[in-house]
């Protein structure tokens, strides 16, 4: 009995299963498959959709290439059947991968070219909330909401297309514009609320309005507006709307804008003291960069707490030092400031003038710096501003000689005042 063994505990050898005789087959064949997938991709992403349909009648991405390129043949032969292919091609798409942002774009549009846009605007609404980056649907949604009336989900929409595509920024601007100036009440504050953001091309927008009349308005409208939200124009920017009005001879409008704004705070002459910087030009002194002299604002040599107009002067060429732009009313004024001379004959050598913008009507020339001045010396000058004279440059020039004398002079603390109207 000890000789018996139990059977049972006996470990038998199993015959190898069906899946382990057919595993290589099995392998080769999903390699198979896995590298046709694989080659696929390129004929279902690239290759016509005719071919690509064909290949993967079922693919959401291939449906929707197809709808695609109907629409587009649509577009081209005004073909009513081609729509209808696009727009059913598209659903299906849809049904398949419900997410696909281009193929519900094709079914908004396939909608609207069948004339019904209320939903065409639900459909591409919706495009256009999923992705921003879907022109298409965009560029529709400023058409529609424009024929409207809608500014505000106009704008916002080719705000959306501005901040990606530079290469439509010219024909968008354009449409800002025309808005602004056609019906300026409902579409000036719109512009006015995308700006504001300070959005990448707002800078680019600017720009595009200076080469006309009409455009310069609409920049004197926004720059008026801007001040009173979160992001005014900066002194850069509004000095390139000054400077750009005054190119195109609107002398009026860039005083109207400074006294709206107050920038500068209206007075006779800005940064007198030459220690403020805040003025926007053109009324900053704006320093000459000529040859023949060095123009600079620096710390005075006898005064270093003091910083005061140094200009180094060869005393021969005709440099304009330094100017800025007055909007003194008519009447009478006396110019004053202090002035020393650092070097040869400034006395003779650089003279204040006041000029009449629009115009070249000069009326005043009076030396800047008084004869051997070598130290702070006070300089007055009186003169009179005539009623046909809105606007004046107020400078200080050379009055070159037939040699040249090396010149150096220091100016400070110029100011002008009323004494009374012309009549007085």
């Not at 390139?240 to 709206?260: F, N, P, S």
């Not at 900053?284 to 023949?292: I, K, P, S």
């Not at 006898?302 to 021969?316: E, H, K, N, T």
Request: charged residues 25%; glycine residues 6%.
């Amino acid at each position: 009995m000890r000789d018996q063994v139990d059977a049972s505990a006996v470990p038998v050898a199993r015959e190898p299963g069906r899946f382990a005789a057919y595993a290589p087959y099995a392998l080769t064949v999903g390699a198979v498959w896995l590298g046709w997938q694989i080659l696929l991709q390129p004929v279902l992403q690239r290759a016509p959709p005719e071919i690509a349909i064909r290949a993967a009648p079922g693919s959401p991405m291939v449906l929707r290439r197809a709808a695609e390129a109907e629409f587009a043949a649509g577009q081209k032969t005004n073909n009513a059947r081609r729509y209808d292919n696009a727009a059913a091609l598209a659903r299906e798409a849809l049904s398949r991968a419900p997410f696909n942002v281009r193929a519900l774009r094709v079914v908004g549009l396939s909608e609207a070219r069948a004339g019904r846009d209320s939903a065409a605007d639900d459909i591409l609404t919706l495009a256009g909330n999923w992705s921003l980056r879907d022109d298409p649907a965009h560029a529709w949604l400023v058409e529609h909401r424009l024929k409207r009336g809608d500014y505000a989900s106009a704008f916002a929409h080719a705000d959306t297309l501005v901040r990606r595509r530079e290469d439509i920024r010219p024909e968008v601007f354009r449409l800002f514009t025309v808005a602004a100036t056609q019906d300026g009440a409902r579409a000036l504050p719109e512009i006015a609320r995308l700006v504001d953001a300070r959005p990448p091309w707002r800078q680019a927008y600017f720009d595009s309005l200076y080469g006309t009349v009409e455009g310069l308005q609409v920049a004197a409208n926004l720059a008026v507006l801007l001040q009173r939200g979160k992001a005014p124009l900066t002194n850069q920017e509004l000095a390139q709307v000054y400077l750009h009005l005054l190119e195109k001879g609107q002398v009026e409008a860039v005083r109207t804008i400074r006294a709206r704004l107050n920038r500068p705070p209206v007075s006779a002459v800005s940064n007198g003291d030459f220690g403020d910087a805040a003025a926007p030009q053109p009324f900053q002194w704006r320093l000459g960069q000529e040859a023949g002299a060095v123009v600079e604002i620096v710390p005075d040599d006898i005064r270093p707490s003091d910083p005061a107009l140094r200009i180094d002067y060869d005393g021969y060429s005709t440099v304009l030092f330094a100017e800025q732009l007055l909007f003194l009313t008519p009447g009478r004024y006396r110019l004053t400031a202090e002035a020393r001379a650092e070097a040869g004959e400034p006395g003779e050598r650089l003279v204040w003038s006041l000029t009449c913008s629009p115009g070249d009507l000069r009326v005043l020339s009076a030396p800047a710096v008084a004869r051997s001045a070598a130290v702070w010396t006070p300089v007055s000058t009186e003169f009179t501003v005539p009623a046909a004279c809105p606007g004046q440059w107020l400078r200080i020039e050379s009055r070159g000689g037939d040699r040249r004398m090396p010149t150096i002079a220091w100016i400070d603390h110029v100011a002008i005042t009323e004494l009374g109207s012309p009549n007085d």
